[in-house]
């Protein structure tokens, strides 16, 4: 409904020196043509998607091409992705892409590059958006990158090697001014980690007029609990949703992942105070931890109605390689696929300690039709513009339509 903005490409696009000529295909939009004249052929990969940028990559380099991957798949299966590649990037590109770029020249192309962590995000010049032809409804931006968490089945930490970088505000805002779009993701880990940073981004877009709204992930822990100023400048900066990963509604199972910070108890508080503060929240919810049993369905079927959240994205649990939680379970004998279409946070991939991989599955889509029947999602959106009070409400109410036709899927095992 909406389309997914991209910004990986055009963001290295930006950093290839100018005397290169630079394509950007989106394979949402268009199809790729194999036979454009092309020295090197760049491919970023999620897990999911390896399989197909295999067969894309086999591909090119069959008519003599030279290909590049990387991506959070690539960096964690480098000798896997090197087999259909002819140089694999690990890691975030920026500090190596130039000197990739030089080896390309020279006909010296490397098979791997980085990781390389030691850069400082004010050098990273803005994304190449005259390269984005096809541009969807939401626009996006990064401020920061990294995150302090260390969440067992999340692939951020192990991917970007560091702590917690961020971008000067002013640049940001250049950026977010430049794009087209009404309204915008900022595609950090999370918007909260540094509430002063923040403070200051909200702070100008205040003071610059930027009239656009946005919709950033968050902590539970410190949305219920920073004060209202903050609240109040997101809002006043455009603010019209906060993506919450909750997790579960069960505190053995935030536990036993390390999310101590997560308080099923203040969950309800927080959202609310969200609400009287005039932004939505989407919360994140995963099925499938070791603690789980066969109640948790119908429990967080109930609780979601009861904290009145605007929007859901339910997810099974999917042990990403490259994570701790993979390498866990794959000690364990529990990891049931490696075909890696399958890792897609809706299809299951491993076994459950506590119920079947079926129970798991049907569970996780009970919920999901259920939360997202034709009546609750029209009442809902009704709620949600009447909280926002902004056009842009339009992106959390849109948002249940997009995930209710998403789990009519069925999938086998």
Request: proline share 6%; with cysteine; glycine share 6%.
């Amino acid at each position: 409904m909406f389309g997914y903005p991209i910004i990986t490409l055009p963001h290295l696009a930006g950093i290839t020196p100018q005397h290169h000529t630079v394509k950007i295909v989106n394979e949402n939009y268009e199809d790729i043509n194999f036979d454009d004249p092309a020295d090197l052929i760049g491919i970023t990969s999620y897990t999911m998607t390896a399989p197909h940028v295999y067969e894309l990559a086999d591909e090119f380099r069959r008519r003599g091409k030279k290909v590049v991957l990387g991506g959070y798949h690539p960096t964690a299966m480098p000798q896997e992705a090197i087999q259909h590649a002819d140089s694999v990037v690990l890691g975030e590109a920026e500090a190596i892409w130039p000197t990739l770029i030089a080896d390309a020249e020279k006909g010296r192309l490397q098979q791997f590059y980085g990781p390389s962590p030691d850069f400082d995000m004010a050098a990273i010049p803005p994304i190449r958006r005259d390269l984005i032809r096809q541009n969807p409804l939401l626009g996006a931006v990064q401020s920061t990158r990294g995150c302090p968490n260390q969440c067992e089945f999340c692939a951020i930490a192990s991917f970007c090697k560091h702590g917690v970088k961020q971008r000067p505000v002013q640049n940001v805002v250049e950026e977010i001014k430049q794009m087209p779009n009404r309204v915008y993701i900022i595609h950090d880990p999370s918007l909260t980690v540094n509430p002063p940073y923040s403070r200051e981004l909200f702070k100008e877009l205040i003071r610059q007029k930027v009239r656009k709204g946005w919709v950033a992930n968050g902590n539970s822990n410190v949305l219920g609990k920073v004060d209202d100023e903050f609240l109040n400048l997101a809002k006043r900066s455009g603010c019209v949703e906060w993506f919450v990963g909750f997790e579960s509604v069960s505190q053995e199972s935030l536990n036993g992942i390390k999310k101590t910070v997560n308080k099923v108890e203040d969950f309800k508080r927080t959202i609310k105070r969200l609400h009287k503060h005039g932004m939505a929240v989407q919360g994140g919810i995963i099925f499938g931890f070791d603690q789980d049993t066969p109640d948790i369905f119908d429990l967080t079927l109930e609780k979601m109605y009861e904290w009145e959240l605007d929007a859901v994205e339910i997810n099974i649990l999917t042990p990403y390689p490259g994570t701790p939680l993979y390498d866990r379970l794959e000690r364990e004998g529990r990891i049931t696929s490696r075909d890696w279409t399958r890792y897609n946070q809706v299809d299951v991939v491993f076994k459950p300690l506590h119920m079947t991989e079926q129970e798991l599955f049907e569970g996780a889509r009970k919920v999901a039709k259920r939360f997202y029947k034709i009546p609750d999602v029209i009442q809902r959106a009704v709620r949600t513009f009447a909280i926002v009070r902004n056009t842009a409400a339009i992106l959390p109410a849109g948002t249940n339509y997009t995930f209710r036709r998403y789990y009519k899927r069925d999938f086998k095992f």
